[in-house]
Antibody, heavy 123, light 110 residues
Framework: EVQLVESGGALVQPGGSLRLSCVAS????????MTWVRQAPGKGLEWVAN????????YYVDSVKGRFTISRDNAQNSLYLQMNSLRVEDTAVFYC????????????????WGQGTLVTVSS | QSALTQPPSASGSPGQSVTISCTGT?????????VSWYQQHPGKAPKLMIY???KRPSGVPDRFSGSKSGNTASLTVSGLQAEDEADYYC??????????FGGGTKLTVL
């Protein structure tokens, strides 16, 4: 059974940092593009970042470029999101998701999602 | 780039059909056949319902179907059931390694 389990969400002050983790099981993690998607409270979904199977390609939504870094450790079946210079508007539930295919940098669709982890940025 | 445009709400009675639209531009919905639809129940993670405009993942009922015309994609739910009540989001590849989501549509089963 495919499982994605996020952790690391917390309350953090504006300007602070946080590292999210996502542990994968039930599939060959190293064979898939992986993605972070966020959802602000009561709002819609927003793609944040994705990373290629071997970590050689990474892409970000404009609003987080230079502040967030996506990474992965295939030996540990883990995906990460390092978030720096956090802003109030970054408050959201962050989901990790598996890219269903490799077309268009794994952004064609996401077939498995974690349960999400809540990041709250507030003073 | 702006989010794709979806109606905030849609509704139908059990057994009826309802269609949710997702409007973009020629740079996203109209330019690629990489439109997906996700169902999200309150407090739950999104679930993939349709991918590549018309394809259904294994396990998704055939009551769910997708289509596209020009810059607008659509999700049709036929034979509405109570458990179909949820939020639905479309997404589209938007070129240059970017992905856009729609604002979401709350589907109510009357």
């Amino acid at each position: 059974e495919v499982q994605l389990v996020e952790s690391g969400g917390a309350l953090v002050q504006p300007g602070g940092s946080l590292r999210l983790s996502c542990v994968a099981s039930g599939f060959t993690f190293s064979s898939y593009w992986m993605t972070w998607v966020r959802q602000a409270p009561g709002k819609g979904l927003e793609w944040v970042a994705n990373i290629k199977q071997d970590g050689s390609q990474r892409y970000y939504v404009d609003s987080v470029k230079g502040r967030f870094t996506i990474s992965r450790d295939n030996a540990q079946n883990s995906l990460y999101l390092q978030m720096n210079s956090l802003r109030v508007e970054d408050t959201a539930v962050f989901y990790c998701a598996r890219g269903r295919g490799s077309a268009v940098a794994g952004l064609s669709n996401f077939d498995y999602w974690g349960q999400g982890t809540l990041v709250t940025v507030s003073s | 780039q702006s989010a794709l445009t979806q109606p905030p709400s849609a509704s139908g009675s059990p057994g009826q059909s309802v269609t949710i639209s997702c409007t973009g531009t020629s740079s996203d919905v109209g330019g690629y056949n990489y439109v997906s639809w996700y169902q999200q129940h309150p407090g739950k993670a999104p679930k993939l319902m349709i991918y590549e405009v018309t394809k259904r993942p294994s396990g998704v009922p055939d009551r769910f179907s997708g289509s596209k015309s020009g810059n607008t994609a659509s999700l049709t739910v036929s034979g509405l059931q109570a458990e179909d009540e949820a939020d639905y989001y479309c997404s589209s590849y938007a070129g240059s390694n970017n992905l856009l989501f729609g604002g979401g549509t709350k589907l109510t089963v009357l």
